[in-house]
């Protein structure tokens, strides 16, 4: 079940918000996860027994962590938080990289063990990564070790962010989950913040989707550039649009209950550095991977040598984070190359430059990367990337691209206008204009997040296509 659907948005989400709102206030947390595990249940139903081991697991190693801190037993603290990043990495591991490994060894070796062919779990690398965040800052002493098997199942497994993040770091809606205050205004804020994830999904994404799937559905041996370049471009939106869009609606859905999860996506593709886009790009993985990887191993408060190091073993895990195939590993190399390169030897090179150029050579080594990751065989990235610079003599244009240029321009201008804050300094423009009459404001502001809800509600009635990206990771 996705945010983006139908039965979602009209028969589940009214159903806990009605059970969630009218039963005493004291059942709101089971409420949450009992719904959470129903909506999990829906797509993998074996799996939510895998998802109550974990909570489990990492609910016992936080109160012995909590327990072992309390006698001041360091050691006993730091075994039961090293037992359960290893049971958590194991899981991990299991589920999502035991195929990987075994075909690269067959690749690597001659050998045919045979694959195990397991199902991934959705969402398996989200809530790895919340439990096992957890623990850790329960031995850090960054949080409190919670006792309540319910509230800490309803962390987990709270499904506006279940499947696709932000990842929530427990410390951060700790109180939350206690006392948490739900408002009228924090509602109709969610819901507005809802409406706008399912345009951004629904009509945007969806539909530069379909561009990107006719152009790679042509084969790169046969693309001109400009159609290649075409093609990069749809994905490059594509993929923001899909997941922005989905961690706006989770962000929504959140408020509707109470919770204020942190943003995840701030304008990246207005970025003048790579090393900027990713700290615009993901931000909750960005902020996990910095904190519980690269600053333990010594951050940039360290040698040179061991700083590259660093950088380099973030970006590896980065890339293997993402999936279980090559390019994504060659895809976190890619990046962990590029940032070492600002970094040490050009960064104060590029911030001399004028902000439009340096937009520019983020965005050329973006869409790039963004074609390493589109295709789980490097070969056919690979193949892609190489039309994209005429390597396969069929010209920079022919009647295809123009065709195609034609048909989606409009949209194409939408996406492009849409991934700046032009559209919010109008609207704050026109707020200013209207501060005298307010509820002129208030209501042109709902027509237009109910007038974008309502087209994309039209579109999904008819339409077939409309995937997830990130339902891989």
């Keep these: 079940m996705v945010f983006s659907s139908l039965l979602f948005m009209f028969r589940f989400l009214p159903a806990v918000l009605i059970l969630y709102y009218v039963l005493p206030k004291r059942f709101r947390n089971m409420i949450l996860f009992l719904f959470s595990l129903f909506f999990y249940a829906w797509g993998e139903p074996k799996y939510v027994f895998l998802m ?61 063990i045979p694959l195990l062919h397991i199902p991934l779990p959705i969402g398996i690398s989200f809530f790895t990564f919340q439990t096992m965040s957890y623990t850790i800052d329960v031995y ?60 951004k999904k629904v009509l945007l994404a969806n539909n530069i989707g379909a561009l990107w799937d006719t152009i790679s559905g042509m084969g790169a041996a046969n693309l001109p550039v400009a159609t290649a370049w075409i093609g990069a471009l749809a994905y490059t939106f594509q993929i923001y649009y899909d997941f922005s869009g989905y961690s706006d609606m989770a962000i929504g859905l959140g408020k509707m209950f109470g919770f204020h999860f942190l943003e995840n996506f701030r304008y990246p593709y207005i970025s003048k550095s790579i ?39 973030v970006w590896m895990l980065t890339g293997i984070w993402h999936g279980a ?47 390493l990751f589109a295709f789980d065989q490097l070969s056919a990235g ?25 048909n989606h321009a409009v949209l194409l201008v939408v996406l492009i206008l849409g991934a700046t804050r032009i559209p919010a300094a109008l609207a704050e423009k026109l707020k ?15 027509i237009f997040y109910v007038g974008i809800f309502l087209l994309a509600i039209a579109y999904l009635v008819d339409a077939s296509y409309n995937p997830f990206l990130y339902f891989r990771f």
Aim: proline share 2%; glycine share 12%; charged share 15%.
């Design 275 to 313: 090393t900027e886009f990713w700290r615009r790009w993901h931000i909750s993985l960005g902020s996990w991977f910095r904190e519980y990887v690269y600053i333990p191993l010594g951050g940039n408060r360290c040698t040179l040598a061991k700083q590259i190091r660093n950088i380099g073993v």
């Design 52 to 112: 109550l081991l974990s909570i489990t697991v990492d609910y016992f190693a936080g109160l012995k962590i909590g327990s072992c801190k309390d006698r001041g037993n360091i050691s006993g603290a730091r075994k039961w938080m090293i037992l359960s990043v290893i049971y958590n990495l194991s899981v991990l591991g299991f589920f999502k990289y035991a195929d990987f490994l075994i075909g690269s060894v067959n690749g690597i070796l001659g050998t045919e």
């Design 432 to 446: 200013e204009k209207l501060s005298r009459h307010s509820e002129i404001t208030v209501t042109l502001q709902e």
């Design 140 to 199: 850090r002493g960054a949080t409190w070790p919670q006792k309540n098997w319910m509230r800490y199942g309803t962390y987990v497994s709270m499904f506006p962010q279940l499947i696709a993040g932000p990842i929530v770091q427990y410390k951060t809606i700790a109180e939350q989950l206690q006392g948490r205050k739900e408002t009228a205004d924090d509602f109709v804020n969610g819901i507005n913040r809802f409406m706008i994830g399912v345009g």
């Design 382 to 406: 690979g193949q892609y990337i190489r039309a994209m610079f005429g390597g396969f003599g069929q010209g920079f244009f022919d009647a295809t691209a123009i065709y195609l240029l034609y």
């Design 325 to 371: 195939s090559w390019n994504f590993v060659i895809w976190g190399v890619y990046y962990g190359i590029l940032l070492i390169l600002e970094k040490f030897v050009f960064g104060k090179v590029l911030q001399k430059l004028p902000k439009v150029l340096q937009n520019l050579y983020t965005m050329f080594f973006v869409i790039l990367g963004w074609m």
